[in-house]
Structures are given as structure tokens and as C-alpha cells.
């Protein structure tokens, strides 16, 4: 059975109740996590609070930054092992594992290379004055990360604040949350000192609302729900907290006549399919040039026809959707488009020999007349894309735009003034011009526009936002 870690322990739910772990593969309960309730969090936060007045709190940012380049080396040294955790808890295709698992130690490696470099400033001030302006850690930083990429969001959201020196209490999904309790192990493994980090599994609604309300942390960060991020953000605003939230997407790829199909179309399928299609970036609206709608269309069908979903083992171009809700979603969405009058263009197969019980589903190749249909707005979370054509380069725009999201977008063509344009005109926090990667690199600052929330992660910007200046204005003026 998993447990919790709290206070550099291994520990139950204070009252022992345990939640059933479903796998996504075959419907069947596999183990158990501890059912955190608030006393949990509450021994977390506390546990968080004393290591920012001992040992964790006296490290130096070279110490800091030297434990997390140990734990992403420790990680790479689990490697096979967390990418086997990660597949069984989210049926992901085994080498998506294998990359979300590079990708979890090269967080580490990057912000622990960072730890150390982000130095203060002296201001030009007034006679017979020096002013600093010097950065500090917020202190409990609470992280509230979703079941899509577990491993990838744990490494996203604590790294940063573990390097700028704040203790974190971290509340994984309840559907997919054993590698980060792993990661967890191995961080006391390395040297992490007791409360510097802690991880308490649960419910959102026990768990994760009792962090978010919890009157002893300093910041809120959340991946997940618009409905769950209003919450966050309320219960940060009663406790004048700081939130960065990460919430949904939808996407659009911009193709326009002259684009190099060669290269746009596997980008175009890769974006919506990978990951079963549940990822907060996918690619999931397509705005194609009419003149070149029917060839793209002709080359995708192609390409979507070829796609499989399996277990992990099979490692195919995807695995199931996390959970049985999600399975509901996905096919829902589906029959709407039906309904709609939107057509399928093409579907890709699920493997023989999935097992029965497990929540396989088709990705999915709609064209549509216009961009009216709820399959342009709601965020499916599945490997569901819908194309529509466009004739103009301000039609492409405003259709770009024409949805409540703005995390990512994508601009495809050989025209250098096209490109720019259009990458500006689209409201996102992240445009790809001829490529896709759903969120970039670490490097890459990351975040959305509208209802995609607000707040920055990856890149060096993450540590600013995990962290507050002081000003120190210092008078050193003869007073006699
Ligand atoms: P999804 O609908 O895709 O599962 P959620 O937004 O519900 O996404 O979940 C993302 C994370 O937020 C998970 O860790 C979940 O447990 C947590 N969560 C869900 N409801 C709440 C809540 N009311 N308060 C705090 N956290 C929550």
C-alpha cells in the first residue's frame, strides 16, 4: 500500500482510510493510497512551516540547488522504475512514461542549476543611501497537480519553489498519484530535510480544499478544472494568498496554403492524439486555408487511420483515458459532433487484445462547416480534433480567438511577415511557429491568457514567481 509523506515520514491518513487505485487499462482496483482529510493537511503545513525555521530554511541557495541536481539524478537512476509506476497508474504507452520521466529529472537539473543565480539589485536612491532589493521565499507553497502527467507536474510545480527555498505540501490527483509519492521517497533519499517537501494524497474535495483553504501557506499553485480553479482562487483571495492556476485549453493550429504539410500533419496528429488527447496544450481546433482544406484533410484522414490506442505494453501511439468519467466525456463529445451534423473524416483502431473493462477510445477526425459547434469550445480532454476551413488571414485570427482559452497556439506557413502576425495576433501564452510541442521545453516560461488562468511556470520566470522581494532601504548618512 502507498503512503503519504509528511514531515519526513511515511505515513497513513491520521484516521486510516484508504482509496481504492483504479487502472485505466482494465477497470480493476490494482492497490490503495491513504485518504488525506484536513488533520493530514494540517500535520503538513505545520510540518512545512518548522522546516522553514530549521534545517531547510538555514540552506543556502548552492545547497538548495545541489539537492535538486541530486534527486534528478536519483531520478534518472529509478528511471525504468517510476516509468513503470507512471504507465500502470495512467495507462500511458510505456516510452510516454520514459519521457515524462526525463523530462520530471530535468526539471530538477534545470532549477537546481537556478537555485543560485537569481541574484538581488541595488537601486540609485538618495544621498547617503543604499537600497537592496533582495528575493525571498514565499514560505508554505501549497501545489495542487492533476492526473494527466503526474510525475511531469509534480517536477513542474515544487522544483522552482524548492530552489528559491520554500517548503512545499503537495495534494497529487486521486486518480494517478504513485510516482509522486516515490519522487517524494527518493527526495529524503537524497538529503531533502524532514517538511521540506510533503505529500498528501486524497480527494480534491478533502484533501485538495483543505490545503487551498489551509490559513498556514503562502501561495497556491493548481493545475486542473476551470471549475476547480475558481475555487482555488477564492480560497486564495480569503486568505490574501498568491495563485498561479493553469486551467484548460483549446488550442488552435493555424494552417495556411503555403505551409509544409510534411512536417505540419504528424505535428498536427501528434498534438491531439499523444497522451490519449489529455493534455492542457493539445492541438485540438483546426483552422486550414480552404483552398488546401480538402489535400490536409485527405493527408490527416491518412495519418489519424494509422493511429492505435493499447496498454502500455503494447506501447502504441496512445493508452486508455485516466478514468471511467473521462471515457463518458470523450464519447459524449463524439455523439454531440454526430448530432451536430459535423462529419468523421477518419478514426484510428484499438488494438486487439486490450482488456476488457478498460477505457480504450478511437481518436477522432471531425470536419466541420463553421465554428459553431461545442466541439470548438469545451476543453474534451480526448484524443478529439475538429477542423474547419477559413479563407482570410484575419478570419484565421479571429477564429483563433473566438473561444475562452488562450494557452497555446500554433501558425503554420512559409510567409516570415504571415508568421509573425499571426503568432501576435493569437491570444496565448505560447505560440509555435512551424512545430508544436504541447507546452515546450522547461526552458520555455508557460502559462495562460483568459480562462487559461494566469501566472507563469517553467523557464526562469517560474522562480520569480515562487518567490517575493524585499526592498532594504538602508541610510548611511552621518546623523551628528
Ligand atoms: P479533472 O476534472 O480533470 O480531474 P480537477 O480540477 O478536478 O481536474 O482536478 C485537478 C486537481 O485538483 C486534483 O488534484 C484534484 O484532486 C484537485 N481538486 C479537485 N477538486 C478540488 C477542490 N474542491 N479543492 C481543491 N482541489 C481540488
Redesign the pocket.
Known sequence: MTQMIINGERVNAADGRTLDVVSPTDGQVFTTIPRGQSADIDNAVASARAALSGDWGRKTALDRGRLLVKLGEKVLEHHEELAQIESRDTGKPLSTSRADIVALARYFEFYGGGADKVHGQTIPYQTDYSVQLIREPLGVTAH????NYPAQMFGRSVAPALAMGNACVV?????ACLSVVRVAELALEVGFPAGALNVVTG???EA??A??RHSGINFIT????N??GV??QKAAAENAVKCVLELGGKSAHVVFDDANLNVAVPAIVKGIVYNTGQTCTAGSRLLVQRSVYDKVMQQLAQAFSSTRAGTPEMDLTCGPVVNKAQFQRVKHYVEKGLSEGLTIIAEGTIADGVPEGGYFVKPTLFSAPDHSSCLFQDEI?GPVLVAVPFDTEEEAIALANATDYGLLGAVWTENGGRQQRVARGIQAGQVYINGFGAGGGIELPFGGVKKSGHGREKGFIALEEVSTTKTIIHYYGKTN
Open positions: 495542487i497537480i492533476p492526473w495534494k497529487p490527483a486521486e486518480d480527494l480534491g474535495e485538495g480544499a490545503l487551498s493548481f493545475t486542473g478544472s471549475e476547480v475555487l482555488i480532454f
